[in-house]
């Protein structure tokens, strides 16, 4: 059977494999096809498109945006995008601005609070990389302040701590709306790292599903069986496509390999088949919708 990873970050963000590294490490794996889906950013999926040709890998545009929900952070995950639309670039551009904003108040906070770092530091080698709080976590494990990045995200720039500082909005809805005007399929990002009950995700995926969503990550790292489960149940009534996986993210997350996750993870193909069926449906659609519209 031909697995697929439909959740990887590079150096673009907050992964530590180039892009091509990650598709090198893909094509020693039993992988028939990998996302790319960096944190507000597309600038790695060039060098991974490249990098796959004359390969039987498939690679798939794709973007992780994080959005605001009820003072939660949650992400969305996007497919098939058009990862040279204009507007798409724009957008993008806005975010990392307000990214950046963010990541100066964070800093400030920490160094109020006794653990002073520059803005080099926490960037890193890889200068036009989108900075996430993981960077924070490395940086403040490097010089001494913490023994684990763990550590990082417990006490100081997890949600609600001391240096946490919450990013301007940008709601799940308009994640969605950007990702369906890059002609892409929007799918939410591993559920269960919400810390909601069941009630309050599912209110969230119905509202999520009306504003056009595709799909859920069913498949995680963080997902036991019985999560996965649950969320195919849950989404069935409202006619989304399940997903998955892994969330390799290299070095920064040793325990998350990519295309088995903490070892048990397998996603098939198939459900990339069925992604892939619905986007050439809302490409057709789209298309007759401008069609009728001229």
Known sequence: MNYIDLHTHTTASDGTDTPTQLV??????????????????????????????????????????????????????????????????????????????????????????????????????????????????RALQEKGYIKTKEEAFQKYIGDGCPCYVLKPEFTPKEAIALIKQANGLAVLAHPMLYKMGYQELEQLIASLANAGLTGVEVYHSSHNMANSSRLREMIRPYHLLPTGGSDYHGENKKGVLLGVGHGGLRVSHALLDDLMAHHTSFLSTANETKRKNL
């Open 24 to 137: 090198n490490n893909a094509l020693s794996l039993p992988l028939s096809a990998i996302a790319i889906t960096d944190h507000d950013t597309v600038d790695g999926v060039e060098e991974a498109i490249q990098a796959a040709k004359g390969t039987n890998l498939e690679v798939i545009a794709g973007i992780e945006l994080s959005c605001q929900y009820h003072q939660k952070e949650i992400h969305m995950l996007g497919y098939f995008i058009d990862y040279k639309s204009e507007p798409l670039f724009h957008r993008l551009e806005q975010l990392k601005q307000a990214r950046n904003l963010r990541n100066e108040k964070m800093r400030q906070k920490l160094e109020e609070a006794g653990m002073p770092l520059t803005m080099e530091e926490i960037q890193g080698p890889h200068k036009e990389t989108v900075i996430t709080r993981a960077h924070f976590a």
